[in-house]
């Protein structure tokens, strides 16, 4: 009875394994014709169809929508359907008239706007002496350099954030420094104001500039400066003239990598900045978590899909087939 | 050139200054016995047992770690089949459009990512009833971004890889299916490494995406950090801050120390 039973859960085992093997055959035999390719590519395609695509959709579609307080979820169906059967379709473009009418969505875009082309002008300036001296810098020494410069990308941005808290804070440690050195008043700080948000910026993207920077720098043929100065060009001349130029593919890599994420910036603004640093990530979230209103934190999403999603990647788009061109040319 | 400008020291000091400064403190504050942190009160370890003694934080440790791990695996498995067809599969039909949802998460803020995961879900849970707000749908809306990432990462790696090897073997008979896991695979290895990091980093360090997914308790590592902090400077977050940068400056030297002395045994 037992080894009835024994042989019946091996038998079962058996058949498992048998068909996983016959499983694993037919998969290898997709793969040997165009098909596998279909299955390797459908794969990816299908998950971010579902999970990327669709959502902006479903976004589209609520946005349209109006906000019901008190249920889940709470907004308005598009489609209703009376008791007689018949179905209505109902737009309500209401949210996309408040966007433009209220002045807090317009100056919250352009205040993100500010933030993040202001951080990056920084960036570009704190970013480029260390990605010049790194790119100069013996091998050795240089990996010990990019090293400290990704290192605190690795740790939570979060924390790396409230770090600054305890130091721009009042009497925080740079107030204490500067009070020392009676620059200011005791009990000086700048936390919750939007130059702390400026100093947060920088501080966490500051190694997304120097990195495209110091690929670019180090690519450069730096004979070309010793020619020029052999040629009698003063070092800031030459610098003006050749190293500059020559940079601006990094320049711009870095400026994009900065500046793309910083215009959406939600956690910065929000804990280092003031209430009056409104940026348009701040706004959505607002918008969705404090007043509860998913159809028009969805018309905000829309309009950042408009105003700064859609723009980034045509630039990209463009960017890439200008590199491609520049490369078949060559 | 001999001649290395004083400037240019000066400089690259004062950036490695302000990269710095801010880590160094919060460590310097994380063994303040003061609760207030401008006065310094004697070293004590004080706020390490109290991070110790919080369930509530450890618990959401826990979370985000399986949320991360998980995150990570799936997001590699994703990442390579797109990577692999973005960069050895030529033309096919749909090619634009998967470069395109691969590099639109990119440049997209997270709270759209956020906003949009969630009415998604909010749909699918009208509809069929799954998924319920929570660990599930935090990972499936991370798993999306961080896939991205690593299309990225493989795809460069792909590009810049000899694609001889590949065809030598297909020349000699070897099945495509063959081909990937005996030569292509191993050969994009630190590839699938660093792709793992990377979602794993990205994910345990998200706060926004989280936030708007997640469901009643499930409080993500992030999330509690973030009420705390915003409640102002709290001594238990400098004992955190602490022990994840001296975690990930040990593990970036491991690996530093380890590639250093391949290196060096390769040549």
């Known amino acids: 009875m037992r080894a009835a039973s024994a042989s019946g859960v091996w038998g079962f085992w058996f058949d498992v394994v048998r068909n996983l093997f016959g499983w694993f055959r037919l998969v290898g035999r997709e793969f040997r014709t165009r098909r596998g390719r279909f299955l390797v590519t459908s794969l990816p395609m299908l998950w971010l169809a579902l999970f990327f695509l669709v959502p902006f959709l479903i976004v589209l579609k609520i946005s349209f929508s109006q906000a019901v307080f008190g249920q889940v979820p709470p907004y308005t169906a598009l489609v209703e359907h009376a008791a007689d059967g018949a179905v209505s379709l109902r737009l309500h473009a209401s949210n996309y008239a408040m966007l433009l009418s209220d002045p807090l969505y317009v100056s919250a875009y352009l205040k993100s706007l500010l933030f993040a082309s202001v951080s990056t002008g920084f960036c570009l300036l704190l970013g480029y002496p260390i990605a010049y001296g790194i790119a100069r810098a013996r091998p050795s020494m240089r990996l010990v350099l990019l090293v400290l410069v990704v290192l605190p990308f690795w740790t939570s941005s979060l924390l790396r954030t409230y770090a600054l808290m305890g130091i721009l804070k009042a009497n925080g440690l740079l107030g204490q420094v500067l009070s020392a050195i009676a620059l200011v008043e005791p009990g000086w700080g700048i936390l919750y104001s939007d130059a702390a948000v400026y100093v947060g910026i920088v501080y966490n993207y500051l190694p997304f500039m120097i990195l495209p920077l110091t690929a670019t720098l180090m690519r450069l043929d730096f004979t070309l400066l010793e020619a020029a100065e052999d040629l009698g060009a003063k070092p800031w001349h030459a610098f003006m003239r050749i190293t500059l130029p020559l940079s601006m593919p990094g320049i711009i890599a870095g400026a994009l990598l900065v500046f793309i994420p910083a215009v959406g910036e939600f956690v910065i603004p929000d804990i280092l900045g003031g209430p009056d640093a409104l940026t348009i990530g701040r706004v959505l979230w607002i918008e969705f978590f404090t007043n509860r209103d998913w159809p028009l934190a969805a018309a905000v999403t829309i309009a950042m899909l408009v105003l700064i999603v859609a723009p980034t990647l045509l630039f990209e788009y463009v960017e890439n087939r200008r590199a491609d061109q520049e490369a078949a040319n060559t | ?267």
């Open chain 2, 1 to 267: 050139m001999n001649r290395r400008p004083f400037a240019l020291y000066t400089a690259m000091l004062a950036g490695y200054a302000f990269l710095y400064i801010p880590i160094f403190s919060v460590i310097a504050y994380s063994f303040n016995a003061s609760r207030v942190s401008t006065v310094w009160g004697g070293f004590s370890l004080r706020w390490y047992g109290e991070l110790l003694a919080n369930q509530q934080l450890l618990d959401a440790v826990q979370r985000s770690f399986l949320i991360a791990a998980i995150t990570a695996t799936a997001a590699v498995a994703l990442g390579t089949a797109s990577g692999l067809a973005l960069s050895r599969f030529g033309r096919f039909p749909g090619r634009g459009l998967l470069s395109l949802m691969n590099s639109a998460p990119m440049v997209m803020p997270d709270v759209m990512i956020g906003l949009s995961s969630l009415l998604l879900f909010v749909t699918l849970q009208q509809a069929f009833d799954w998924p319920d707000r929570g660990m599930t749908t935090i990972t499936l809306a991370h798993i999306t971004l961080t896939a991205c990432y690593v299309t990225v990462v493989v795809r460069s790696r792909m590009t810049s890889m000899d694609e001889s090897l590949e065809e030598a073997a297909m020349d000699l008979g070897a099945r495509p299916w063959r081909v990937f896991f005996v030569i292509t695979l191993p050969l994009i290895a630190p590839a699938l490494l660093a792709g793992w990091l990377l979602a794993f980093t990205l994910s345990l360090d998200d706060l926004v995406i989280a936030s708007f997914t997640s469901g009643p308790g499930s409080s993500t590592l992030p999330m509690v950090v973030y009420s705390k902090v915003k409640l102002g400077v709290t001594p238990e977050i400098n004992a955190l801050a602490t022990i994840i940068v001296v975690a990930v400056a040990l593990g970036v030297s491991l690996a530093g120390i380890a590639m250093h002395r391949r290196d060096r045994e390769a040549d």
